[in-house]
């Protein structure tokens, strides 16, 4: 069997007339004589809009109960692609995760998919229907409907491809495809016409915000090829897959900037063993994640400065959590939430020395100072003044040859 997984993001079921056109989609693949099963995420804004509802019922919401109340906006979304499916002669039918059924395991609210029962669907299939799955949840061994985070369709369709074996995944979504930086910082930004799942992890780790960090990494696990494109208009859009298929020669594949980081620098700690682990227990403690960590050498052997950054929503209960510390000593705490990280990704910067000199540089010719830094193999990240991060991306993108 030809099976083509079809996921659809809330704007492309936004409202009566997109899902009029994502019908017109999924037809186009019967055409080509594909199997097509559809993953839909709920319409645009419903997700939040629920997750209001449950603060203003409780600011403690039962996590069961939670999950149940958001998995609800997706079986809107299927039922209506469906209804409209039948409308125009189709066979067609939703499926919620328990009806197949998607087991899923984990946290409330974060769970994963682990195992795909596949004979209701195939045999759907094979009698010609047209399945349309709801993204997004699961159904645990106690039979509670659990919800895979923020944007977890996609892992919904990632995983339905593996179960399926299908020969294609295609994310619609609505933009055209991921770009070299965000469109919206810098004109210039251009459709990646393919990307490996490392640079892509990077990107949508470091805000670019086209489909979720970790669906991505159930892709790269299970060698799944992935086609993100737009629902608007019918263009080429950018091919996610394993490095081995990508030939090129660009050292640089995609620049991302971070909006709502802060910066916090412990002045003054005692420079002792097991100094750090005690500032950052605390923090792991409460799901604080720390990102970026510098120590300076101390000058006297004595004392030494720890900076690190954080997520700026995470800075008041940080303070908090320092200043209560009685592990640590320090002489002042400096916080700054007028910070920003910029990225550089790139699988060629593995094999091109001299890349780091290159954008330290390009900072420094635009007078732009560099406050913190932190690099993997694919990856140079700085830490910047906020009010730099347009003319940082914009020098980056063109430093590396990204414009053309
Ligand atoms: N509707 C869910 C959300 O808004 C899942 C998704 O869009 O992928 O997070
Ligand atoms: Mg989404």
């Not at 999950?67 to 409308?87: K, T, Y």
């Not at 690190?308 to 209560?324: G, P, R």
């Amino acid at each position: 069997m030809k099976i083509v997984v079809l996921k659809f993001g809330g704007t492309s079921v936004g409202t009566i007339d997109r899902i009029k056109k994502v019908a017109k989609i999924i037809t186009s693949y019967l055409k080509k004589k594909y199997k097509v099963i559809v993953i839909s995420s709920a319409m645009s804004g419903k997700t939040n809009d629920l997750i209001k509802k449950s603060n203003n019922i409780s600011n403690n919401f039962n996590p069961e109960e939670y999950d149940a109340l958001l998995a609800s906006g997706e079986q809107i979304s299927c039922a209506l692609i469906a209804g409209r499916l039948n409308h125009i002669g189709y066979k067609s039918r939703s499926w919620m995760s328990w009806q197949i059924p998607i087991l899923s395991e984990g946290r409330h609210s974060s769970s994963r998919i682990i195992y795909i029962n596949k004979s209701n669907i195939i045999n759907y299939l094979k009698s010609g229907g047209i399945p349309i799955i709801t993204g997004f949840q699961g159904v645990n061994n106690n039979n509670r409907i659990e919800t895979l985070g923020r944007g977890g369709s996609d892992a919904s369709a990632i995983m339905c491809a593996k179960f399926f074996n299908a020969k294609k995944c295609i994310i619609y979504t609505d933009v055209e495809g991921v770009y070299t930086t965000d469109p919206k910082i810098l004109k210039k930004a251009k459709k990646i016409k393919i990307i490996s799942y490392e640079e892509m992890l990077e990107m949508a780790s470091l805000g670019a915000k086209v489909m979720q960090p970790i669906s991505i990494q159930d892709a790269r696990l299970n060698r799944i090829n992935i086609d993100v494109k737009s629902s608007f208009i019918n263009k080429k859009g950018t091919l996610i897959t394993k490095r081995k298929n990508i030939i090129r020669n660009r050292i640089i594949t995609g620049i991302t900037s971070t909006k709502n980081d802060a910066k916090v620098t412990l002045v003054g700690v005692r420079d002792k063993p097991g100094v750090a682990a005690s500032v950052f227990k605390p923090l792991s403690k409460n799901s604080i994640n720390v990102d970026m960590v510098v120590q300076n050498i101390s000058a006297n052997g004595k004392e030494t400065d720890l900076t690190f950054t954080i997520k700026a929503e995470d800075l008041y209960k940080t303070q908090k959590l320092i200043k209560k510390n009685m592990k640590i000593r320090f002489r002042s705490l400096i916080v700054d939430k007028k910070v920003s990280k910029v990225s550089i990704i790139g699988v060629g910067m593995i094999t091109t020395p001299g890349v780091t000199y290159r954008m330290f540089q390009t900072l420094a010719n635009h007078g732009i100072n560099i406050l913190v830094i932190s690099t993997s193999e694919i990856k140079i990240s700085v830490l910047i003044n906020k009010k730099n991060i347009n003319k940082a991306v914009k020098a980056l993108h063109k430093e590396f040859k990204l414009n053309n």
